[in-house]
């Protein structure tokens, strides 16, 4: 077995190796690290040296301990860099969707994974630091993962499933500290669940506040301080996060003119779809295809 990482690049675009669902390993960058995005969710833990993180949500000092959690679909880069040691874990929306599925239901998790990179107006990124203890822990956590890296994922992927959620559990008990989330309260209720799969579903409806609401028999009000308490968003504004990054996906990913992409994630009006896609990714979607899709000049 290759100990390459899974990923490829097709210009500045990351994307996993067919198959593959989870990786850790680090990277060393000097000087800068171009803009790019992924389709995987990754998690940069520093670990060494000095740099910058460049994002839409601004310019950040790193130091040792500092963690970046980014969406897929979220662009980034590094400036100024001198020997950034990163510890990048990613893992497949794929893996999100099936063996994470169940950590949308756990408060903290739910809040590392879901929602919180939302909340506050993230767009889709979500920064932390560990202390001495906590970064101890992740890094046996990370090494775990990288020694993974060799062996046949079909005969090892429960390992690598288990490494990651305890990495996972590790960062989401820091974040949810330092977001003030109560962690020892209940399971977010079953009806917000329910809500959050009922539109992920059919991200083209044109859905209601009203109409969420009466399939799930509960008042409007209700359901929206449900929603709130669980995930930091009215559910509306829930869905229009889901709408966005499916159509960051779709651009990436597919052909579909930019008109049909819209309408497929619910926003048929154009102009509406335009001003939504660029307020989250600070691209125009056309802008956003071309700069990371294109072909690479060799």
Not at 199 to 224: D, K
Request: charged share 20%.
């Amino acid at each position: 077995m290759t100990d390459e990482p899974p990923v490829e690049t097709t210009g500045t675009l990351l994307h996993f190796i067919e198959g593959s669902a989870v990786w850790a390993g680090h990277y060393l960058h000097e000087d800068a690290h171009p803009v790019h995005t992924h389709s995987f969710v990754e998690i940069a833990v520093m670990t060494g040296g000095k740099g910058t993180h460049h994002s839409l949500a601004g310019d950040r000092d790193l130091s040792v301990g500092d963690v970046v959690l980014l969406r897929p679909g979220v662009w980034h880069g590094y400036e100024q860099c001198e020997g950034l040691d990163l510890y990048n874990c990613c893992f497949s929306t794929e893996l999100m969707q099936r063996e994470l599925a169940w950590t949308r239901q756990d408060r903290q998790l739910g809040h590392l994974l879901w929602t919180g990179p939302y909340s506050g107006q993230r767009r889709g990124i979500l920064y932390a630091h560990l202390e001495a203890d906590a970064l101890a822990v992740s890094l046996e956590h990370l090494d775990g993962l990288q020694k993974l890296r060799s062996q046949p994922p079909g005969r090892y992927r429960g390992d690598m499933v288990g490494r990651l959620v305890l990495f996972l559990s590790t960062l989401a008990r820091v974040v949810a500290e330092s977001d003030d989330l109560d962690g020892d309260a209940a399971g977010i209720h079953p009806a917000v669940l329910d809500a959050m799969r009922m539109m992920e579903a059919r991200p083209g409806h044109q859905w209601t506040l009203t109409e969420l609401a009466a399939e799930l028999h509960l008042a409007p009000g209700y359901l929206v301080r449900l929603f709130k308490s669980a995930t930091g968003l009215p559910p509306m504004a829930y869905l229009s996060r889901h709408r966005v990054e499916l159509a960051a996906a779709r651009l990436l990913h597919t052909d579909q003119p930019i008109n049909k992409i819209g309408e497929s994630v619910g926003w048929p009006d154009q102009n509406y779809f335009a001003r939504r896609f660029k307020s989250h990714y600070g691209l125009s979607a056309s802008t956003y295809r071309s700069r990371f899709t294109r072909t690479v000049k060799r």
